[in-house]
């Protein structure tokens, strides 16, 4: 089956820890997106990637870092910098950057206890 | 900031009953996007419209756009309780001088539609 898969579907942290979220794709897709949805929001762009090894800031990149290693897999780590952790993150992946509809997980719910 | 803000934020309805989501947006658009979140669950997309359309339908989904106006619709026709979710549109902006790259989609806050049966 192709899709987009994210792990865990709950993670939990303790203040001042860092974490890393997975997101993988197998539809072969160039471009990758992390989000963060907060309780009754709308989708905030974290960080998105356009192409394997390139990355770019989105709208709320502070605190966050990312990696583009290979194509099909684009983690998100949430670092002890970012004040407001606790959020639903989505990942999302197109066959290119712009026009094309978006693909995405499952999510993620991040509890920072 | 949100470039597209939905309009109802919620909308409580009877099943065979049409539901109406208006989206409105700033700035200029490569084209609208509208998508489909379950609670608790990741967002399917429903259907785009490129800023030269004016109207598309996808089976019981009609989406207009006014780009004079900056503002689109999704209809839903005949809802079923099936169609209880929430609804977001998502824009496509070219790049400017002032916001940098393109290539990415903005999502407004979007509405909750419950269908009751």
């Known amino acids: 089956d192709g899709g987009i898969t994210q792990s865990p579907k709950y993670l939990f942290r303790k203040e001042g820890q860092n974490v890393t979220l997975s997101c993988e794709q197998n539809l072969n897709h160039d471009a990758m997106y992390w989000y963060r949805q907060d309780p009754g929001q709308g989708l905030r762009l974290i960080y998105y990637?356009?192409?394997?090894?390139?990355?770019q800031k989105g709208d709320i990149a502070e605190g966050y870092s990312v990696s583009r290693e290979k194509k099909e897999s684009f983690p998100l780590t949430v670092t002890s910098a970012q004040k407001n952790p606790t959020a639903f993150y989505l990942c999302?992946?197109?066959?290119?950057?712009?026009?094309?509809?978006?693909?995405f997980g499952p999510g993620t719910r991040l509890t920072v206890l | 900031s949100q470039q597209g803000e939905e309009d109802p934020q919620a909308l409580s309805i009877q099943e065979g009953e049409n539901a109406t989501m208006n989206c409105s947006y700033k700035?200029?658009?490569?084209?609208l996007q509208w998508y489909r979140q379950n609670s608790g669950r990741g967002l399917v997309h429903l259907i785009l419209i490129r800023s030269n359309e004016r109207e598309k339908h996808s089976g019981r989904l009609r989406v207009t756009l006014d780009t004079s106006k900056k503002s689109s619709s999704l209809l839903i026709t005949a809802s079923r309780a099936a169609d209880t979710a929430s609804y977001f549109c998502?824009?496509?902006?070219?790049?400017?001088?002032?916001?940098?790259?393109?290539?990415?989609?903005?999502f407004g806050t979007g509405t909750q539609l419950k269908v009751e049966l």
């Open positions: 998502a824009t496509d902006n070219p790049p400017t001088r002032l916001t940098g790259g393109g290539n990415k989609l903005t």
């Open positions: 700035t200029s658009i490569n084209n």
């Open positions: 999302a992946s197109s066959i290119s950057p712009g026009l094309n509809e978006q693909f």
């Open positions: 990637s356009q192409i394997v090894n390139d990355f």
